[in-house]
């Protein structure tokens, strides 16, 4: 594929500001050239694709997933999970201790592969694999750069493996956001479990130690254990804990926010954190919702669920009965916002930003406009898998097949460590 071609024929919306029928995109060196008109459009010697009539949006963000959970489909767990803390003994915290540095690596490589397939350009990654912590942020780097995603990642730090573990976990994450300060593609983010899993000695290490300007991604109000375990400790909540070390700030990701104290939400109020809500994980696990009466600045994640963002987007209206609020703020604008400031132009479709591009599936038959298009996107896309996923001007997937990485070769690597895995997990 040459680095120098139009997109023909498409309806084109960055999901925040316009939609403009009849459009073309002309895409050269990674970046978008220009955008206009069709008829306007037409250049010859250029190689030109005709979308059909398709809708294109930017690149998506899952702002909250977890790569390593990528293998687990179909794992049964090793015990009961019928409460918060099963889940996490007989499921997940049982499969990040099996994990070693082979299957950190396909688990990201399978998650990205699946999020191409959803049009998902940029992935925010909590990972933890508690037996093999120093170079794993280095293993899932490796992932993005094969499937050419961008992506924020951290190393999800907690008391779980003792003290010792924790200075390790603390120094994988420190030591990747050093690395990476300048990346155009990775960044790294200070990685925190959740509050119930930090002793009052482990919080003050890591406020010690945290670079001031390193924002935090922690799990914060997923259950009401984590709520009365912060009270316990002498605060009004998770938030107000996190406030009181000092690890807040507009940057940090805190993700679910569903079980706070109203001091919490005052805190949310002033300081704006970025939060995430995870529809259909908060369903999976019976763990409420957020309160969107008094959330209202807040982004998408998966959980590590699915790389499907529209499918989740379509979730959260379902749950939550039609009550949308601001569809584009969650979608497209908040995550212009944040990812932004890592990544120049991010989420743009204007000259000069990166070609992150979404070719959806769906032609639209009915009137589209700014008014109406999160309904298209509920009702027509449908979180289907798109027709085109473009990251940096490179044609990833199209036609139902992805380009890069070799999924067929990647796929026989990856059944082969699932095996592994999966025994590892069992034992
Ligand atoms: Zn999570």
């Not at 998506?60 to 790569?67: D, E, G, I, T």
């Not at 299957?103 to 093999?132: E, F, K, N, P």
């Not at 300048?182 to 960044?187: A, G, M, S, V």
């Not at 805190?267 to 019976?286: D, G, H, K, R, W």
Request: some cysteine.
């Amino acid at each position: 594929m040459s680095d120098h071609y139009i997109l023909s024929n498409a309806v084109l919306s960055d999901g925040v500001s316009f939609v403009l029928h009849d459009a073309a995109i002309e895409i050269k060196n990674g970046s978008i050239l220009k955008i206009g008109k069709n008829a306007d459009m037409q250049k010859t010697g250029i190689k030109s694709i005709d979308l059909g009539g398709r809708l294109v949006l930017p690149g998506l963000l899952n702002a909250h997933h977890h790569l390593y959970s990528a293998l687990a489909t179909g794992l049964a767990p090793a015990g009961p999970t019928d409460t918060f803390g099963r889940i996490l003994e007989n499921l997940w915290w049982r499969l990040d201790r099996s994990l070693d540095e082979e299957s950190i690596y396909y688990s990201a490589v399978s998650g990205l592969m699946q999020c191409i397939r959803y049009g998902v350009t940029t992935v925010i990654d909590h990972h933890a694999s508690m037996h093999s912590v120093k170079g794993s942020l280095d293993i899932i780097e490796s992932a993005f750069r094969e499937t050419g995603l961008k992506g924020l990642l951290c190393y999800e730090v907690s008391d779980r493996e003792g003290e010792k573990a924790l200075d390790a976990q603390i120094d994988e994450n420190v030591n990747f956001w050093n690395k990476h300060r300048e990346d155009p593609k990775i960044r790294g983010l200070f990685g925190l479990h959740a509050n119930f899993t930090l002793s009052e000695k482990s919080m003050r290490r890591i406020a010690e130690v945290r670079p001031r300007e390193m924002p935090v991604h922690i799990h914060c109000g997923e259950s009401a254990g984590d709520l009365a375990f912060c009270r316990g400790q002498g605060y009004a909540g998770p938030v107000d804990r996190l406030h009181a070390f000092g690890l807040l700030s507009r940057s940090s990701l805190l993700a679910h926010c569903i079980h706070l104290s109203d001091r919490d939400y005052d805190i949310l109020y002033e300081l704006q954190p970025v939060v995430v809500s995870n529809p259909e994980s908060n369903a999976n696990n019976n763990a409420g919702m957020m309160d969107l009466t008094k959330i209202r600045r807040y982004v998408l994640g998966t959980d590590g669920m699915t790389g499907n963002m529209l499918g989740t987007f379509r979730s959260h209206f379902l749950l939550r009965n039609g009550d949308l609020q601001n569809p584009s703020g969650m979608l497209f604008a908040y995550p212009a916002e944040i990812m932004g400031s890592y990544f120049p132009g991010w989420g743009k479709l204007e000259a000069g930003a990166a070609a992150d591009i979404a070719v959806t599936n769906y032609r639209p038959l009915t009137p589209l406009n700014m008014d109406n298009l999160f309904f298209h996107l509920i009702f027509g896309v449908q979180g289907k898998e798109m027709f085109m996923t473009i990251a940096d001007g490179k044609i990833l997937f199209s036609n139902n097949k992805l380009h890069s990485p070799d999924e067929e070769a990647m796929n026989a690597a990856i059944k082969e460590t699932v095996m592994k895995l999966h025994e590892r997990f069992k034992q």
